[in-house]
């Protein structure tokens, strides 16, 4: 009984030994290769990007630069060279695929922590804004942005990292590291076109009721108490919040679905909270006519192009669509105006039909509709 005690401790002792020897090559590879660039940049190979709530905490720590721009997916496809000749300065771009406010303050937190940025560039996604700010998934990696090292022990003993550290190996043996103007970009393997935009399109059917004026205003409000916390916080950081040029389109789906009074009581609210602070500049190239009705820019009735987006940065450094205290009323007015009395049936014109119908045997499913 003795030797089969002993048999059992030995074996278990071997056993754990393996086990810990095991987890340790496992943290020894993920901490040396680092794919999340959580320690530091690479300098013997390229990085190769692959999820940007993973890796944004990385490069928030490890780049500096005086001009951050962070958004959802709609400044995806703004390279950081984009921003940093807009602003003449370093820049680093920070994005948040269908971003919560929650997710953003996490990644800003951080920031601030890391670096002292000269202005912080936000781009004010209309969807982002008015969502429900409880819904969030869950999915932000809360051990990568916070202060504590302990937990640590989630990035280095994960498969998930684990897999990923060998995948930039290989990535980088294939030629396939990425340079940091290329993160996340997913612009080139697109169509920007106006007939794309409209292919892509579903167009509701017109709704009989409306959405009441304060249908989003609690969410809204909540919302913006997460900027108006970093203005408080960093009074000395210049701040530029603009909203995202959605096209054309998205105001048609917005009246169509009987949205409109909705989003512009939203708009109003956002425009008299922002323009209260000093350290913000606020700026509306989601009424510009020219970005927004050029469909060319987009692959949707939502998301631009990156020439877009440096076209949107440039307008903005050069003040163009400046929203203020004392103009945001007429601005929104002369807005609403525009998009309740638009033809938004001309849209869709003899070239888009051209192509649709050689491509298809039969018209838009919506077409029709008043």
């Not at 071997?14 to 090559?25: K, P």
Request: glycine share 4%; aromatic share 14%.
């Amino acid at each position: 009984m003795d030797t089969f005690d002993k048999n059992c401790r030995r074996w278990a002792r071997r056993f754990l030994a393996a086990v810990l020897a095991l987890l340790a090559l496992c943290a020894g590879i993920v901490y040396a290769i680092d794919p999340c660039l959580y320690y530091r940049m690479p300098e013997n190979w390229k990085p190769v990007f692959f999820n940007e709530r993973y890796q944004s905490a990385g490069m928030i720590k490890h780049i500096p630069a005086e001009t951050v721009l962070m958004g959802t997916s709609m400044v995806a496809n703004i390279r950081p060279s984009a921003a940093a000749e807009a602003f003449h300065s370093t820049a680093l771009r920070i994005t948040i695929p269908d971003g919560y406010f929650s997710e953003f303050d996490q990644a800003a937190d951080l920031l601030f922590r890391a670096q002292d940025p000269k202005r912080l560039v936000f781009c004010l996604d209309m969807n982002t804004l008015i969502r429900d700010p409880f819904g969030v998934t869950g999915a932000m990696p809360a051990c990568l942005y916070d202060q504590n090292p302990i937990n640590d022990t989630e990035y280095l003993l994960n498969k998930d990292t684990l897999y990923y550290s060998l995948y930039v190996l290989l990535a980088n043996g294939w030629g396939g590291g990425q340079d940091l103007d290329e993160s996340f970009l997913w612009n080139d393997g697109t169509v920007w076109e106006r007939y794309e935009a409209l292919r892509t399109y579903r167009r509701p059917d017109l709704s009989e009721t409306a959405q009441p004026d304060d249908a989003s205003l609690a969410s809204t409000d909540e919302n913006l108490s997460v900027l108006t916390g970093w203005f408080q916080a960093h009074p000395d950081t210049e701040f530029i919040v603009y909203f995202a040029p959605y096209s054309i389109l998205a105001w048609d789906r917005a009246t169509r679905r009987g949205e409109l009074d909705a989003r512009f009581a939203a708009l109003e609210r956002a425009c008299q909270t922002l323009t209260a602070f000093e350290n913000v500049s606020l700026y509306a190239p989601l009424f510009d006519r020219e970005i927004v009705e050029n469909l060319d820019n987009y692959c949707d009735y939502i998301h631009h192009s990156g020439e877009a987006g440096r076209l949107v940065l440039q307008k903005i450094a050069a003040g163009e669509h400046r929203i203020t205290a004392q103009n945001y009323a007429s601005v929104l007015s002369d807005w609403r105006q525009f998009v309740t009395s638009y033809d938004y049936l001309s849209i869709w014109d003899d070239d888009f039909f051209a192509r649709w119908n050689a491509a298809h045997d039969a018209p838009p499913v919506w077409w029709g509709n008043p």
